[in-house]
């Protein structure tokens, strides 16, 4: 499947626009690159632990 209609850009991103561009939301695409710890990407100190 090419890059251009994969789940990624048909679903994630066109979702995550609209939740910042309509709501105002911080929206951050953090799968596979999320830090963890107090200063990490979202703050959370184990994966289990919810943002």
Do not use: I, P
């Not at 890059?3 to 048909?10: G, K, P, R, T």
């Not at 939740?19 to 979202?42: I, P, S």
Request: proline fraction near 0%; aromatic fraction near 12%.
């Amino acid at each position: 499947m090419s890059w251009e209609y994969s789940e990624n850009v048909l679903v994630q991103n066109s979702a995550g626009s609209l939740l910042q561009d309509a709501l105002g939301w911080d929206v951050v695409f953090a799968y596979n690159k999320e830090v963890l710890g107090q200063d990490g990407t979202l703050g959370r100190k184990t994966y289990k632990e919810l943002s």
